[in-house]
């Protein structure tokens, strides 16, 4: 495996190495990976141009493997499951898919959080699209099978070192934000999230009994220099294609692994993204400063911890942690030209709402519109399905998450049902 691939496109940036940009070789097609997923053009104006393109070219299936996971995941993953029903029905994509277990319900039946069969699977498959994972039915179970280890493992064994979480308030929904309107309208911000480092995976990782009645629990956070230079590159050359400008997060203050981030990203920018602004700033100051005025930011990177935590801040900016995203790839194979990646709504199981049919899909549908971009090369399709998301907002449906007084307030199958209905009318 290797980040880097000689570009079959020109590239504007000549001392980019990992470029999100870059033409790659897949199933003997090459197709251009874009990565403008945050403007949203007119869609309505759209379809025809790509259903023509779509009959013009031979058309590649792609292969999916779902795992819905526990809690709401399964009722999230329905209504992608009809999203990928339709692409395939209007002749616009090609998708066969499988699904697997995940998390809780894969140990249930198998005694582990994801089985090696399903493992196989998501290293074969061009894409996978995962759920959520965990609940309170599994709090007492091994550490080692708890659910989140499925979740861990893929990312793992995937690689999938860089997670791109957009978040981005739709315009109808700037009051269901916890945030004044004025400070989340329009809002587009994208926080890169290093995801298979630091202290989620270092070792060592235990909990040593001392002996007087007292027990040490050791995490272990642990960076080197490549990792941070690769997730640096694709912030830098995400940073171009959008405001270019990228806020590298730590706590160099006081911890080591901060200095180094801190010292590899500014040796990185000096080398090969002078032409990009580079700010940083210690991790829990950005956290202020994103409740305080998120729209200075327009690429934040940062390590898997800082990742998380701050991904959930955004999150609440965008009005529910229903709304965001997220896409997980990894380096771009040498061989096959082919890119690991892995699409996940950043909410959790959500086990309170679980069942109910009041979830909403909205971040599990625009994770699969991640994957049309970033894995299978359909921009304009991947803008299609996020305009028809906006539009449903615009009509005034709501989930409950998102519900404001004189909107209507939809669930999980209504929302799908409404999306549908938009891609309907965009299709003719
Ligand atoms: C996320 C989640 C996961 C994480 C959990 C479920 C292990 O919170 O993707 O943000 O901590 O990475
Ligand atoms: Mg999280």
Redesign the pocket.
């Known amino acids: 495996m290797c980040d880097t691939l000689a570009p079959a496109v020109p590239r504007r940036h000549p001392g980019s190495q990992f470029s999100l940009d870059t033409a790659i070789e897949w199933d003997g097609a090459s197709r251009y990976l874009s990565v403008l997923p945050f403007r949203r053009p007119a869609a309505r104006e759209r379809p025809p141009e790509i259903l023509q393109k779509t009959e013009r070219r031979a058309m590649a299936t792609h292969h999916l493997l779902l795992l819905p996971g526990d809690g709401i995941g399964p009722e999230v993953m329905a209504e992608v499951r009809r999203v990928i029903d339709w692409f395939n029905q209007r002749g616009v994509a090609s998708f066969e898919w499988e699904e697997d277990l995940v998390g809780g319900s894969a140990y249930d039946v198998h005694g582990q959080a994801i089985s090696e069969d399903a493992m196989k699977k998501a290293l074969a498959a061009d894409a996978v699209i995962f759920g959520a994972?965990?609940g309170p039915k599994w709090d007492k179970v091994p550490y080692e099978v708890r659910p989140?280890a499925g979740?861990?493992r893929l990312r793992k064994d995937l690689e999938l070192f860089a997670n791109l979480r957009p978040a981005i308030v739709y315009p109808a929904l700037a009051d269901s934000s916890s945030l004044k309107r004025e400070l989340v309208e329009g809002l587009d911000i994208l926080i890169l999230r290093e995801l298979t480092g630091g202290v989620?995976f270092g070792e060592p990782k235990q909990i040593i009994d001392l002996g007087n009645g007292q027990k040490r629990a050791v995490d272990t956070q642990i960076y080197d220099t490549f990792e941070i230079e690769r997730i640096g590159r694709v912030a830098f050359d995400l940073a171009r294609k959008r405001r270019n400008k990228v806020t590298s997060m730590e706590k160099r203050n006081v911890m080591v692994s901060g200095v180094l981030w801190n010292e590899v990203m500014d040796a990185l920018h000096k080398r090969e993204f002078a032409d990009v602004e580079l700010q940083h700033m210690l991790a829990d100051a950005g956290g202020m400063q994103l409740v305080r005025a998120p729209k200075q930011f327009d690429v934040i990177v940062t390590d898997n911890l800082f990742g998380?935590m701050l991904?959930?801040v955004a999150a609440m900016l965008t009005g529910s942690l229903g709304m965001l995203p997220s896409a997980s790839l990894g380096p771009v194979d040498d061989k096959t030209g082919r890119r690991r990646a892995m699409y996940?709504p950043?909410h959790?199981a959500a086990p309170d709402i679980a069942g109910q049919g009041v979830a909403n899909p909205v971040a599990m549908l625009a994770s699969f519109a991640m994957a049309l971009r970033y894995s299978f090369n359909l921009g304009a399709e991947a803008d299609m399905l996020e305009k028809a998301i906006g539009n449903v907002f615009d009509r005034g449906y709501r989930t409950a998450d998102v519900w404001t007084e004189g909107t209507e307030k939809l669930g999980t199958v209504a929302m799908g049902d409404a999306v549908i209905t938009e891609l309907d009318a965009f299709a003719g």
């Open positions: 994972v965990g989140e979740l861990l989620y998380d991904s959930d996940e950043v959790g």
